[in-house]
């Protein structure tokens, strides 16, 4: 089992930034290909980034590209995910998501994440 804890969500203007954090516990952090999703008030979760487990190569969903960032550091059990020129329509709540798939690539697809954290909220007001 791997328990996974999101921070950092919160109320932003447009064109501000925030830091997701997700701590994971439970099993060996570095083999565990890692993702964000989140899911806005009437549709359907949606993927934004992954991220492989050694780091670096990342997957980024289109609507974020250029303005999103994933990052992880193993050391410490932690991916995070940095947002920056926030808009109104990026406002959902952020599920941070491992896969225990033994593979060395970013994956895409929500159905290939075995955990799931609760979710930060994320507010872009216009």
């Known amino acids: 089992q791997v328990q996974l804890v999101e921070s950092g969500g919160g109320l932003v203007q447009a064109g501000g930034s925030l830091t997701l954090s997700c701590v994971a516990a439970?099993?060996?952090?570095?083999?565990?290909?890692m993702g964000w999703f989140r899911q806005a008030p009437g549709k359907e979760r949606e993927f934004v980034v992954a991220i492989r487990r050694s780091g670096g190569s990342a997957m980024v969903a289109d609507s974020v590209k250029g303005r999103f960032f994933i990052s992880r550091h193993n050391a410490v059990n932690t991916v995070y995910l940095q947002m920056n020129d926030l808009k109104p329509e990026d406002t959902a709540v952020y599920y941070c998501?491992?896969?225990?798939?033994?593979?060395?690539?970013?994956?895409?697809?929500?159905?290939?994440?075995?955990?799931w954290g609760l979710g930060t909220q994320v507010t872009v007001s216009s």
């Open positions: 439970g099993r060996t952090f570095s083999t565990l290909p």
């Open positions: 998501a491992a896969s225990s798939r033994d593979v060395a690539v970013p994956l895409l697809g929500a159905v290939l994440y075995d955990y």
